[in-house]
């Protein structure tokens, strides 16, 4: 959960929100939602990934909620969230829909933000009405849309059937990952994170998925191995910026061109030479600055827009 990885200082500990929310879903489920910040600053939103927690957002929250009202929420049977049936790509837009919804005043537009699994869902939601209505822009950390398993590179193995069969079971796996061990923090560095990734970053990634519930870690491997949101690139129509790790194993930069390559609105694609799939945490600041860019040139101007 996220207020249970452990990391209780420094810069990856959780910061206390100003409010907390609930969402409700369109099938039912309840979404806990953080707010940050002041009332009437930007918005972002932030959408963590799978087997993550609004706890891998804690440095960006910790950043812009200064000058900026950020909203963060669990994902359905991550952190807070309670597990509900119903898992696929369609369930992530309703959910990111109902949190949209219950966090914004309506007609406010944010930049919303997802990483992995989070990128997948604003993919996913990029064609409903509740996302056009709330999205100024977008930003895609180490995500993708479609052959997540079959471009993985997590098992050093060629590509083919073989590899793709193997990670398939690797990734779906119903092995508990905790607790958190030296092994644990080795498998957890080699499978997501560059090699340059500090201690206390390790640390503080392998205490956020070891706190993973896994029965919804399993059932989301499901649906993310056979995921195609191709169409919904093609959907996203509003100022987008992608930024990839060159050693991310889960979502390689192949993803990420091919992202930039068909999106209607791309506003540039950042390579980080050696960074892993956690860019959240391992290049913080660098993210941060993003966000900050995004909603300095587009949710200004769309609530300028909104008031002429």
């Known amino acids: 959960m996220s207020r249970l990885t452990r990391t209780v200082a420094?810069?990856?500990?959780?910061?206390?929100p100003e409010r907390e929310l609930t969402a409700v879903s369109a099938d039912g489920a309840r979404l806990h939602v953080e707010l940050?910040?002041?009332e009437?600053?930007?918005a972002v939103v932030l959408v963590h990934g799978w087997t993550c927690s609004t706890a891998v957002w804690a440095a960006q929250i910790r950043a812009l909620a200064a000058d900026h009202r950020v909203v963060a929420y669990d994902q359905r049977g991550h952190?807070?969230?309670?597990?509900h049936p119903?898992?696929?790509?369609?369930?992530?837009?309703?959910?990111?829909?109902?949190?949209?919804?219950?966090?914004?005043?309506?007609g406010e537009r944010a930049v919303v933000v997802g990483h992995s699994m989070g990128g997948m869902t604003v993919l996913a939601a990029a064609g409903r009405a509740g996302f056009r209505e709330h999205t100024a822009a977008v930003l895609l950390c180490s995500t993708g849309s479609a052959r997540l398993v079959a471009?993985?590179?997590?098992l050093p193995m060629r590509p083919g059937r073989l590899r793709t069969a193997l990670t398939r079971r690797v990734l779906g796996s119903r092995a508990p990952l905790g607790p958190v061990t030296p092994v644990t923090r080795a498998v957890v560095k080699y499978a997501t994170m560059g090699a340059g990734s500090s201690p206390q970053m390790v640390e503080a990634w392998a205490r956020i998925v070891t706190a993973s519930p896994r029965r919804a870690r399993v059932a989301w491997s499901h649906v993310l191995a056979g995921i195609d949101l191709d169409a919904g690139v093609r959907r996203l129509r509003v100022p987008t910026a992608v930024v990839v790790g060159t050693g991310d194993r889960l979502t390689p930069p192949v993803h990420a061109r091919g992202l930039a390559a068909a999106l209607p609105q791309c506003v540039g694609?950042?390579?980080?030479t050696g960074l892993g799939h956690m860019t959240p945490i391992e290049a913080p600041q660098l993210v941060t600055a993003r966000i900050r860019a995004l909603a300095a040139t587009h949710v200004r101007t769309a609530h300028a827009e909104e008031s002429a």
Request: overall charge negative; charged content about 15%; cysteine-free.
């Open 10 to 16: 420094g810069p990856y500990a959780p910061p206390v």
């Open 36 to 38: 940050h910040g002041p």
């Open 40 to 42: 009437g600053a930007p």
């Open 79 to 83: 952190g807070r969230s309670p597990a």
């Open 86 to 106: 119903g898992y696929s790509a369609e369930t992530l837009a309703d959910d990111l829909e109902a949190v949209l919804a219950t966090a914004l005043a309506p």
């Open 151 to 154: 471009e993985s590179t997590v």
């Open 269 to 272: 694609l950042t390579e980080l």
